[in-house]
């Protein structure tokens, strides 16, 4: 089925480990975004993607880094994984839609803990 | 820098009855997009509804309609009829039109429960 696949699903870090989490759509959209979220704080923009090639920084970039690798696929690793950084991550892209405007699909998240 | 504030936390509502839940924005913007999502426990993230702020007619889904005063700046959702399937997580979320890149600003987001 077309979506957001997002791998892991959860994940288990100890503090100062790095990890990355992969992102591809088969969509074939221009942008994609890393989001995270924690409770009674919504989801919090960490980086973005406009197109394929260009990156940029979200409200809440330290400590991350992201890859467009091509257009399908956008991942997101963090260096050294610090408590705070315990969250739900979720990838999302977007595309235009005739009539419809603009669209964003979502994965189903990550759950990350940092122990 | 846009906000949007979902001042409650939690809200419960009886099967059958209605709901309204409530969202606040700050922009100096004239051009952007209002939405709503809901989020069940398996943490999908699934649109509920859109308004374009240009619109002055309130967006309408099924038993899901909104309620937009651009001059308040203020979006509730309401939700008619409610079923046991609407339990969840809704968010409320702001992006800019323009050049903005499609980014969404997410309120705190408010838990609802549906009792039978």
């Known amino acids: 089925n077309a979506g957001v696949t997002q791998t892991p699903k959860f994940q288990v870090l100890k503090t100062g480990q790095s990890m990355t989490l992969q992102c591809a759509q088969d969509?074939?959209?221009?942008?994609m975004y890393w989001y995270r979220q924690d409770p009674g704080m919504g989801l919090r923009l960490i980086y973005y993607?406009?197109?394929?090639?260009?990156?940029d920084k979200g409200e809440v970039p330290n400590g991350y880094n992201v890859s467009r690798l091509n257009k399908r696929e956008f991942s997101l690793r963090l260096e050294s994984a610090a408590p705070s950084q315990t969250s739900v991550y979720f990838c999302?892209?977007?595309?235009?839609?005739?009539?419809?405007?603009?669209?964003?699909?979502f994965g189903s998240g990550t759950r990350l803990t940092v122990v | 820098a846009q906000t949007v504030t979902q001042s409650q936390p939690e809200m419960s509502v009886q099967e059958a009855e209605t709901v309204t839940l409530s969202c606040t924005y700050d922009?100096?913007?004239?051009?952007?997009?209002l939405f709503w999502y809901k989020q069940p426990p398996s943490r999908q993230m699934i649109l509920v509804i859109r308004?374009?702020?240009?619109?002055?007619q309130n967006a309408t889904e099924n038993r899901f309609s909104v309620n937009f005063q651009k001059a308040a700046k203020s979006f509730s959702l309401k939700i008619s009829d409610s079923q046991l399937g609407d339990a969840a997580m809704y968010f409320c979320?702001?992006?800019?039109?323009?050049?903005?890149?499609?980014?969404?600003?997410f309120g705190q987001g408010t838990i609802l429960t549906v009792h039978p």
């Open positions: 999302a892209s977007r595309a235009y839609a005739q009539g419809l405007g603009y669209g964003y699909t």
């Open positions: 969509m074939n959209h221009n942008s």
């Open positions: 993607s406009a197109s394929e090639g260009t990156t």
């Open positions: 922009t100096s913007e004239s051009d952007y997009y």
């Open positions: 308004q374009e702020a240009y619109k002055q």
């Open positions: 979320a702001y992006r800019r039109g323009g050049t903005s890149y499609g980014k969404l600003t």
